[in-house]
Each structure stands twice: as structure tokens, then as C-alpha cells.
């Protein structure tokens, strides 16, 4: 068992983690990451972009996030269905509080823990996952150094 002060500075890390990995997005308005952690491992990570073989452009001419961009949530879910894994009790890190169908990917997931480090202006996703008695934690990495 973790003690909460230890838990606390693993999670503050794994954050950090998803910060960088956000970079990896082409996105121009919001670059957001995640990852999956089960038993004190990584086993799946993801930013929100274009699916595979689409173009790596988010917005449209008008600075409009276009429809089929994924979010980094759901592109970190839907690769652990293509691998050996699975999130059955895991924790998720997202750089931003997840939407509302993202959290329902999360809980049809397993996920059993959902830490993020931004609110968004909509809460019906945090509202969601929390009905579903799903842990969801906000910590602010730039408070919490």
C-alpha cells in the first residue's frame, strides 16, 4: 500500500509525464495527453490528434477543431484495445478534466482512478465519472511544485 504523501508525488509526476507526451500533438488550439497506469507501470498513452493516416492538421481554415479529432483520452483507450493490456483498475493522467464521452470511455474501461491537472469550463464529464464512483482527483502541477 502507498502511503497518500507518496501517491500524491507519483501523481504529480505522472502529470508531468502527460504534459510532455501533449507535445507530441499537432493540434494548434489545445494539446492535452494521457496515460494509462496500472500497477506501477505505463501500459498506454495518448494526445489528442487526427486518427491514423488522416493528415496531422486538428483545426479547419476557420480555427475550428474539426469532428473526427480524438481526444487524448480516448486515443489512450482505444491502443491498449489493440495490445495485450487492459485498464481493468487502472489510473488514468490527462493534462485537462476529461469531456463527457470521454469519461464514459473511462468507465466502460475499468478505469478506477482519473487524475487531471486543468479544469475545463464544462464539468459534466468529471460530474460523470464521479456518479460512477470513480476517484477523480484535481491537482495543479504548476501549485505543486
Known amino acids: 500500500m502507498v502511503s497518500k504523501e507518496k501517491q500524491r508525488k507519483l501523481d504529480l509526476r505522472y502529470l508531468k509525464m502527460a504534459r510532455i507526451w501533449a507535445q507530441n500533438s499537432y493540434c494548434q488550439r489545445r494539446q492535452v495527453g494521457a496515460l494509462v497506469v496500472k500497477d506501477g507501470m505505463i501500459i498506454s498513452d495518448g ?3 487526427t ?3 488522416f493528415e496531422n492538421i486538428c483545426e479547419d481554415e476557420n480555427n475550428v477543431t474539426k469532428p473526427y479529432v480524438l481526444h487524448a483520452e480516448a ?3 482505444t491502443k491498449l484495445a489493440r495490445s495485450n493490456n487492459n485498464s481493468e483498475g487502472a ?3 490527462i493534462t ?3 469531456c463527457i464521452e470521454c469519461a464514459k470511455l473511462i468507465i ?3 478505469i478506477k482512478r482519473v487524475v487531471y491537472g486543468e479544469q475545463y ?3 459534466d464529464g468529471v460530474d460523470l465519472l464521479k456518479r460512477a464512483g470513480i476517484e477523480t482527483i484535481y ?3 504548476d501549485e505543486d511544485e
Request: charged share 5%.
Open 96 to 98: 485537462a478534466s476529461p
Open 139 to 141: 491537482i495543479n502541477p
Open 121 to 123: 469550463r464544462l464539468t
Open 51 to 53: 486518427p491514423s493516416g
Open 108 to 110: 466502460q474501461a475499468g
Open 91 to 93: 489510473t488514468i493522467y
Open 47 to 49: 494526445y489528442n490528434g
Open 75 to 77: 486515443n489512450a483507450i
